[in-house]
């Protein structure tokens, strides 16, 4: 087989801590080809849902971009971060102990629907050229401009003490870890992503998703006649 006339789309849950291109790089290696790169990228500190194209199917992984995403996991109320995640150290706030669950609901319908969002520092935007978190790691601060972007569904899942877990649906550009910041921000106690899992891309689900490891021993295991490159 020619490898330009192969072509595959893999769902892979990305393991914590790894980039995704650091998961690109895996199936890459695994498969002996260079045209592979993934649908929408996940912070090393979240999991989930990574599409992964190679070869000719490459040319989907725009369409994939633009399809709505599934989010779960965890705010934390009473501090917050620079990066607005764990990435950075935890900076205390206020406490957290008097917010009602009517408050936090309130502040969520505030977050849901089309709104503006000013994403983070710490994110892979270029501004005059430049990727913001490069700046933000040298001190230099950037002015992020606010962007629309449409947050479909934000439910509140459990809030238990200064946690609380969500599920929400959003559009292409939405940053979770600025609705943690945003939320914090309205309730006027400070809040951060203590953890995030992508549970949907589209219609394609987590639940399809193979594990990394599995994944790279199948790709390996296959004849070199239904793999190109793998000698």
Known sequence: MQQ????????????????????????????RIKKVGHAGTLDPLATGLLIVCVGKMTK???????????????????ATTES?????????????????????QSAIQQLTGNILQIPPMHSAIKV???????SA??????????????????ELTR??????????????????RSLARDLGELVGVGAYLKSLCRTRIGNHSLTDAHELPQLVEEIKSRHNE??????
């Open 226 to 231: 239904n793999l190109p490159g793998l000698n």
């Open 128 to 134: 005059d050229g430049k990727r913001v978190y490069a």
């Open 159 to 176: 809030f238990e003490n200064s946690e609380v877990d969500f599920r929400i649906c959003c559009s292409k550009g939405t940053y979770i």
């Open 84 to 104: 607005f995640d764990l990435e950075k150290p935890i900076i205390p706030v206020a406490d957290p102990s008097s917010i009602t669950l009517e408050q936090l």
């Open 60 to 78: 989907q992984i725009e369409g994939f971009m633009g399809q709505e995403k599934e989010y779960t996991g965890t705010f934390v109320l009473g």
């Open 137 to 154: 790691r040298l001190g230099i601060e950037v002015k992020m401009e606010p962007r629309p972007v449409e947050v479909r569904e934000f």
């Open 4 to 31: 330009e006339a192969y072509g595959e789309v893999f769902l892979i849950n990305k393991p914590l801590e790894w980039t995704s291109f650091d998961v690109v790089k895996k199936v890459r290696n695994a498969l």
